[in-house]
C-alpha cells in the first residue's frame, strides 16, 4: 500500500496507469478525428466546442485525470483532491453512466468503422470496464455516505445547464434528447428527470458496492467473553 495513498492497494498505481494510458489514448483519437472531420466544414474552435461538450469525452477525461495522479504518486492539490473515497466514487458514477446511457439509448444511432470504432470502443466500452475494474479491485472501501450521492449529482446537474445553455445560443446540442428546438422545453425537462434518476439510482448501486467491500475488507474483531 503506496503510504502517500493510503485508500490505494498494492499493484493499483500500475493498473491506475493502464487505466489512464487506455483513456488518453481514446480521447487523444477522438479529438484527431473531430479536428479531420470539421476540416472545411465547421472549423478546428467549433470542432473543439463540440468536442468538449460531449459528456462522454468529459467523464473519460475525469478518468484519465485521476487515475493519471493515482499512478503518478502526485501531491498536489488536485490530486490529493481527486483521491479522496468521494472523488473516486464519483468519477466512476460518472463513466458507467456513460457507458449505460450509449449502451442502451445512443449505440443504433451510428455505426462507427475504422478508426472511429476505436474510439468509439475505448470511450464507451473499455475505459469503464477498467476504471470499475480499478475502483472495485485496487482501492479500499467503506468510506463513502448519502451526502457524496448528493455532490455527486451536482457533475450531471451542471452539465445540463452548460448544455441547455450552449444550445441555445450555437442552435446545437451534444444529445437529441436534449434538443429543446427539435423535442420542446417539457420534453426535454422529462428527459433530465429520468437522466438524473438514473444517476441518483446507479449513485445508490455505488454506494451499496463500497459498503460491500468495506465490510469485506474490515478484520472482524473476535469478541471477548465478559467473566460472570
Not at 444550445?167 to 428527470?193: M, Q
Not at 434518476?197 to 445508490?204: D, H, K, N, R, T
Not at 454506494?207 to 467473553?225: H, K
Request: with cysteine; glycine share 10%; aromatic share 10%.
Amino acid at each position: 500500500m503506496a503510504p502517500d495513498d493510503p485508500d490505494l492497494r498494492p499493484g493499483g498505481r500500475r493498473f491506475a496507469a493502464l487505466v489512464a494510458g487506455v483513456a488518453v489514448a481514446a480521447l487523444v483519437l477522438r479529438y484527431g478525428l473531430a479536428l479531420a472531420a470539421a476540416r472545411g466544414n465547421v472549423g478546428p474552435a467549433r470542432a473543439t466546442a463540440r468536442y468538449f461538450s460531449d459528456f462522454t469525452v468529459l467523464s473519460n477525461g475525469l478518468v484519465a485525470v485521476t487515475a493519471g495522479l493515482a499512478a503518478a504518486a502526485s501531491q498536489r492539490p488536485l490530486a490529493r483532491l481527486l483521491a479522496r473515497p468521494g472523488a473516486r466514487g464519483g468519477v466512476g458514477l460518472a463513466i458507467v453512466v456513460t457507458f449505460g446511457l450509449y449502451f442502451l439509448a445512443l449505440r443504433h444511432l451510428w455505426r462507427p468503422r475504422g478508426l472511429q470504432w476505436w474510439a468509439d470502443a475505448g470511450l464507451h466500452y473499455a475505459v469503464p470496464l477498467l476504471y470499475l475494474v480499478w475502483w472495485t479491485c485496487a482501492i479500499d472501501h467503506g468510506h463513502l455516505n448519502r451526502r457524496h450521492l448528493l455532490l455527486w449529482l451536482l457533475f450531471p446537474l451542471a452539465y445540463l445547464v452548460w448544455s441547455i445553455a450552449r444550445g441555445a445560443w450555437a442552435g446545437e446540442y451534444p444529445y437529441p434528447f436534449l434538443d429543446v428546438g427539435a423535442l420542446g422545453v417539457a420534453a426535454v425537462a422529462a428527459n433530465a428527470v429520468v437522466g438524473l434518476a438514473v444517476f441518483l439510482l446507479v449513485g445508490l448501486a455505488v454506494l451499496r458496492i463500497d459498503r460491500a467491500f468495506g465490510r469485506r475488507e474490515r478484520p472482524v474483531t473476535p469478541r471477548v467473553a465478559r467473566p460472570h
